[in-house]
């Protein structure tokens, strides 16, 4: 693998909708050792502005399944009380707002009435062409997409990835029904307030990464085109299904619970991706599969 710069900070950003399973250490591990690697700084960010979903459970989770896993950060909180009072995302709501109004302020949004499961069904979204006004109760704001005809994202290879939004990502979120500023935009903005300059995530997370470059591009002032994604293969429940935190058997949680010891579950990882070495620890797993799968 080849980093064609030094960092100077990436971040682990765990949602709290459920106990952190084996897939999520894979990526605090690589995250880690890249950062290691690079003498780059690791922030914790936990997003929790997803009111329906967020647990103080969750969020107790994260702290303790990194200092079990004994997987290191250097800023952000350091427990979950000092997380609540200085770095949920509540506390930057006013970032998020403002970037909102700059987009409505261009005209680059649009409201929307449809639910998820209407566009599920095969709906096409017809909202636009409707002029809902954008004060509406109970409307999501849209992004109106197809402005960047290529979308440039420098990876972990010292390559440039060039390629074109998905067509499940046109028009995508950006602002809630609730009024509370959607995953896309809080991602975007927490990573250039925060300084961040490279992004470690799972593959599936690619489309995720193209909204967040078009959406930056609709957003004056900002260099995060700069930033340097690496995205890593997944570990599977089975062939074709990702590990989810609802996969309860899965969790850190339940493995601590069940005498499981870290060098354990770093071994369950590896074995699961087919490591055959020995691996009993976050530096270990990260730099084995940073150095072949990133």
């Not at 109106?144 to 290529?150: K, S």
């Not at 010292?158 to 609730?178: A, C, I, S, W, Y």
């Not at 609709?218 to 429940?237: K, R, S, V």
Request: charged residues 25%.
């Amino acid at each position: 693998m080849s980093i064609f710069k030094r960092y100077n900070k990436t971040r682990i950003a765990p949602t709290p909708s459920g106990f952190l399973h084996l897939g999520n250490v894979l990526s605090f591990a690589i995250t880690a050792s890249l950062a290691r690697k690079n003498n780059a700084r690791i922030l914790l960010r936990i997003d929790d502005l997803d009111m329906a979903r967020a647990d103080k459970l969750y969020i107790q989770d994260i702290f303790d399944t990194l200092n079990f896993l004994e997987i290191p950060w250097d800023e952000g909180p350091r427990d979950a009380k000092e997380f609540e009072e200085s770095y949920s995302q509540l506390h930057r709501m006013a970032l998020y707002r403002a970037q909102l109004q700059q987009l409505r302020d261009k005209g680059s949004v649009f409201a929307c009435t449809c639910s998820r499961s209407q566009l599920q069904d095969g709906r096409s979204c017809d909202c636009r062409s409707r002029q809902i006004p954008l004060g509406m109760e109970n409307v999501s704001w849209r992004l109106i997409t197809g402005n960047n005809p290529e979308l440039s994202i420098k990876n972990c290879n010292g390559q440039v990835d060039r390629t074109v939004l998905p067509v499940e990502m046109h028009n995508f979120v950006v602002r809630k029904k609730d009024g509370f500023p959607a995953y896309q935009l809080t991602s975007v903005v927490d990573d250039l307030f925060y300084g961040v300059d490279l992004v470690v995530r799972g593959e599936d997370l690619w489309p995720s990464t193209l909204a967040q470059h078009e959406l930056a591009s609709a957003l004056a002032g900002n260099d995060f085109q700069d930033i340097t994604f690496c995205h890593h293969p997944l570990l599977m429940e089975k062939p074709g299904k990702k590990l989810s935190k609802s996969a309860g058997v899965a969790s850190v949680k339940y493995l601590r619970e069940n005498g499981k010891s870290p060098a354990a579950i770093y071994q369950l990882i590896a074995s699961m991706l087919g490591i055959n070495e020995p691996v009993f620890n976050w530096e270990q797993l990260g730099g084995i599969v940073s150095s072949i799968a990133v």
